[in-house]
């Protein structure tokens, strides 16, 4: 009993702390989709209520592959200040109702997490129209953390690397440095 507290403990000190999971849905091992097992994705997420809640599935957010409601996920969690990996947990998937107070609850949390959005306090109702907000619940479970790197080419985007820079730009950047 004392070492189901203190994973549980870590679990949720460890995934409150770090801004990022690796969560590769369907559990151990990973299933076969239409493109192939479904893929370990580093998720930003908030910490709320005994679970990691996480949006996805939208315009412009993060995609949540093979995390379907009901279904298994296992989570890894890094250190916030080494980047190491701390402990590997089972979870279960629960995708919230928009409207519902456990909803609204994860969604006021989330909202105050999100970088960068587009529509601003417009954000809970797109997100209501538009995307899945889901709950990974702990079940109790710890695994072995995986050997290895576990490093993985880069998974298929449609965005592009920077270019190189214009030769005159380094001219134009200098002339304005020099004129204040």
Same mark, same amino acid.
């Not at 369907?26 to 076969?32: E, I, L, Q």
């Not at 050997?147 to 214009?166: I, M």
């Given at each position: 009993m004392t070492q189901e507290l203190l994973d549980q403990a870590? %679990?949720?000190?460890?995934?409150?702390?770090?801004?990022?999971?690796? %969560?590769r849905?369907?559990?151990?091992?990973?299933?076969?989709?239409? $493109?192939?097992?479904?893929?370990?994705?580093a998720l930003w997420h908030v910490w709320h209520d005994g679970a990691a809640c996480l949006v996805g599935d939208g315009p412009g957010?993060?995609?949540?592959?093979?995390?379907? $409601?009901?279904? !298994?996920? %296992?989570?890894t969690v890094r250190s916030k200040d080494k980047g190491?990996?701390?402990?590997?947990?089972s979870a279960t998937v629960v995708e919230l109702t928009a409207g519902t107070p456990e909803w609204e609850a994860a969604v006021g949390e989330l909202k105050g997490k999100r970088l960068n959005a587009p529509d601003?306090?417009?954000?809970?109702? !797109?997100?209501?129209?538009?995307? !899945?907000?889901? !709950?990974?619940e702990p079940t109790g479970a710890t695994e072995e953390l995986p050997e290895g790197s576990l490093a993985e080419p880069p998974l298929p985007t449609p965005v592009t690397t920077r270019r190189p820079v214009p030769a005159a730009l380094p001219r134009l950047l200098l002339k304005r440095r020099g004129r204040g």
């Amino acid at each position: 009993m004392t070492q189901e507290l203190l994973d549980q403990a870590l %679990v949720e000190e460890a995934t409150k702390k770090s801004g990022l999971i690796w %969560v590769r849905g369907g559990g151990t091992p990973a299933p076969a989709g239409p $493109d192939g097992p479904a893929p370990t994705r580093a998720l930003w997420h908030v910490w709320h209520d005994g679970a990691a809640c996480l949006v996805g599935d939208g315009p412009g957010e993060q995609p949540l592959p093979g995390l379907a $409601d009901g279904g !298994r996920a %296992v989570v890894t969690v890094r250190s916030k200040d080494k980047g190491g990996r701390l402990v590997t947990w089972s979870a279960t998937v629960v995708e919230l109702t928009a409207g519902t107070p456990e909803w609204e609850a994860a969604v006021g949390e989330l909202k105050g997490k999100r970088l960068n959005a587009p529509d601003g306090e417009a954000m809970p109702e !797109r997100w209501g129209r538009e995307c !899945r907000v889901v !709950r990974l619940e702990p079940t109790g479970a710890t695994e072995e953390l995986p050997e290895g790197s576990l490093a993985e080419p880069p998974l298929p985007t449609p965005v592009t690397t920077r270019r190189p820079v214009p030769a005159a730009l380094p001219r134009l950047l200098l002339k304005r440095r020099g004129r204040g």
